[in-house]
């Protein structure tokens, strides 16, 4: 997967996308070369995800900072299973 056209898809296309490469990698019926082939490419993709995340996140919590003077608190994410 080419790293231009992977910043250039959007989060939630790139989210599918991760979601298919997990439904394959899930089947059983991937040769080998190719399963380490869509690791790597889901590897850029949850890596792409967790930005664009990480991004909007940042931009609501300036947004709240902004709201009137209105104090609100920070975002803490849930704990991880």
């Given amino acids: ?5 992977l910043t250039q898809l959007s989060f939630e296309d790139a989210l599918a ?4 490469i ?3 990698m899930e089947s059983g019926e991937v040769p080998l070369a190719e ?3 869509r690791f790597e490419d889901g590897t850029k993709l949850l890596k792409l995800c967790e930005s664009r ?10 947004l709240k900072k902004q709201a009137n003077g209105v104090a609100f608190a920070p975002f803490t ?4 299973s």
Avoid: S, W
Avoid at 54 to 62: H, N, S, T, V
């Fill in 17 to 20: 996308q991760l979601e298919t």
């Fill in 53 to 62: 995340l990480k991004d909007a996140e940042l931009k609501i919590e300036l």
């Fill in 1 to 5: 997967m080419a790293d231009k056209k």
């Fill in 22 to 24: 997990v439904d394959t």
């Fill in 77 to 80: 994410p849930p704990p991880e």
């Fill in 35 to 37: 399963l380490m082939a």
